[in-house]
């Protein structure tokens, strides 16, 4: 109970500015008749016998909660808060009991506020665990993030703030060893926060707390270099605060004059930070003097210089001359005579409301340029999207306090991430609506691919829950796989990141590349088989063709966009060129007992060496054009092959037209043609389809199939004398069980 004692005098010194953090929890929780002392009697029989982690008793670590809560201003109802927020670990159904006795309000508060709680425990343990976190900067901002993701409303952050100072404040007492992790955090999140939310005299305190843990040698030889201790510079500091407010009142200027002793961390940091020695600080003793205009500003000043013995090397008006952010006031270090001997200086600023104001909430906030790096302290910078949510709560709750009305909802603010566990309590940044998919993929993409399951603080759940703040997640993965096509339908909900989205779709991206690579290889592997070519390189083949390589060859060929008969041309020794007596040579004409019965005719000739193209295979009665080789006679090819229009644009004096001709007996000449039919596997199938070419006597002179998960692949090379005849027979095909399509090819 000292420690309160000691930190009513503070209290009553900063009551004409109440905290906005105060302000805005004030009207949060629902007043109840004697909420405090059934909260108590509520959580006493819970935690009487109970200890914390510091060895401190729970029930007395509540008590001093509570009063440091009403030290600072906060709700007889917020005091009782803080009983059930410790006794909510003890029961079974928190949730239920406590919203039963006291409201959903508290019960939510508790709930959440526990819940923080032990975030932050297992956060600070994962700091020491290099595998999990790179940079602890990175964990502690992480920190700093999620104390206001999950709270709601505010309230957790301020029951969380007073319990820190109490833990720090018994541990000081009782000489208790802090964790080096506790301490850190205190020091770097905890105080921070606090001096952002204007709980200064939190601040301070949980400031000069952590640094005697953290540099306990530094505290104590500052602390010796003040001379006095804490407890007498504060009294000391209000007797001279309360005697200059009078004797300025007394001389006509309505002056509200605040001040402290100037804590100990504050003052190491700015030996630190501006290289100063202990003798060079001039406002480790300050005054703060708030008047109502300028001209009172100047008034204050020439009586204060009359009143002590100023240092007119440490005078700044930064009324005239403002600094570059705008900031005004008035800067004058004095000396107080006490029996002729001068004093420690003391540091006064005078200023308007209206450059308070600006100060404190403004672009000079204090807080800004105290840990703004480029203003010449080493700290963490204000700037961010962090910093900027901090800055807009900030405002909020200056409109709130004004409007003496319920605080706006936070979570609005800073509710578009949310922050999840690993098993191992590693810390992960989420958008929120996440779900154990976007938690699988921004662990590691690999994880993401493989998942198959998750289970949530312990509970089996779908894989597209959304996921709340502070759950700890486990991933159920197998040891090979990719993810399913379902995590991309928006309407499912697997996805939200955007991130993990482009990975799944990647994915899919690779395997259906990987399967146009393969189709492409083998249909090059074919082709140079055919051509006896099989000893060639297929990176040398790929380059001649000038690709990068020979995956990026088969890709093309894959798409049917590379012609395979330009690599069959490269493979073939380059022809002669002929001259025009060669041509001639080609027209020799033949006894008509060699031509070919049911041959074809070349128009205008009577009688050429000619040969069916074996890429499309024509047959009567299809549309026909001949095409001039270089030695094997003419090539004859449909009108619709699209080997033969390539040839036609290069050479297109080689084009000759052609017909069918007619043999000395009907049907006595006949055509292999190509025949490709696509089925769903089945036992019996190519059975099926021979026995159709068998009934209608189609001579089957050539067969492959190809199976590939449950896609049956056929290629058939009948004899026919009429390609006209073999539309029917591919009708009567289509209409064999499982027979998706049937075409010539």
Known sequence: MKSMQTAQPVAAMLEERVPDLVAATAQTLPEQANALARARNFAEPLIANEVLDTGENTLAHADAVAAILRAVGGSEAMQAASYLVHACVHLNKP??????????NFAALAVETTQLMRVQRLSRGAETSAHL??????????????????????????????????????????????????????????????????????????????????????????????????????????????????????????????????????????????????????????????????????AALGWVHSR??????????????????????LHT???????????????????????????????AAHWAYKEAGTKGYAGVSASGEYDAKIAVLRQLLA??????GAAPHSADLLGDRIYVLTPDAAVVELPAGATAVDFAYSVHTNLGHRCRGAKVDGVQVPLNTPLQNGQTVEITAA????????????????????????????????????????RGREAVEKLLQREGKTATKLDDLAARLGFKSADDLFEVVGKDEFSLRTIENLLRPPEPVLAPDDYLLLKKARTPESSPKGGVLVVGVESLMTQLA?????????????????????????????NFREMSVRNGERVIEVEWGSGKKEGASVYPVDVSVQAADRQGLLRDISEVFTKEKMNVIGVQTQSVKGTAWMTFTVEVADAARLTKVLGIVSDVAGVRSARRR
């Open 479 to 518: 040891k090979e796989g990719g993810p399913s096509r379902d995590w991309l339908n928006p309407d499912l909900g697997y996805l939200v990141s955007h991130r993990a989205r482009a990975k799944a779709r990647a994915w899919f991206n690779a395997a259906a590349l990987h399967t146009t690579v393969a």
């Open 308 to 329: 002590f013995v100023p240092m007119a090397e440490e005078f700044d008006d930064y009324i005239a001359k403002p600094k570059g952010n705008g900031y005004q006031s």
């Open 133 to 298: 976190v790179d940079d602890p900067l990175v964990q502690t901002e992480n920190v700093r993030k999620m104390l206001l993701a999950f709270s709601r409303d505010l309230r957790v952050v301020m029951l969380r703030l007073a319990s820190r100072l109490q833990t720090l404040r018994y541990c000081a007492a009782s000489k208790t060893p802090v964790s080096p992790g506790l301490a850190h955090e205190s020091l770097q999140v905890f105080a921070p926060l606090a001096n952002r939310l204007g709980i200064w005299q939190i601040k301070w305190e949980m400031e000069d707390l952590s640094f005697r843990f953290t540099e306990p040698d530094t505290y104590k030889q500052v602390a010796r270099l003040l001379d006095e201790k804490r407890v007498e510079r504060e009294a000391n500091m209000e007797h001279l605060r309360a005697s200059l407010e009078a004797e300025l009142v007394g001389q006509g200027i309505k002056a509200i004059v605040q001040g402290r002793p100037k804590h100990i961390y504050s003052i190491v940091k700015k030996m630190r930070g501006k290289s100063l020695g202990f003798d060079q600080l001039f406002d480790i003793r300050a005054l703060r003097v708030i008047v109502p205009s300028v001209p009172d500003c100047y």
């Open 399 to 404: 409109w709130e306090r004004d409007l003496s």
């Open 614 to 642: 074996k890429c499309c295979k024509p047959a009567p009665p299809d549309a026909i054009l001949g095409f001039i080789t270089r030695g094997k006679g003419v090539s004859i090819h449909r009108a619709d092959c699209s």
């Open 95 to 104: 949730q239920e009991v406590i919203a039963k006795a006291f409201g959903a």
């Open 333 to 363: 270090v004095v000396q107080q005579m006490v029996d002729g001997v001068a004093c420690l200086p003391i540091e006064i600023q005078i200023r308007t409301q209206a450059m308070h104001d600006h100060a404190e909430h403004g672009v």
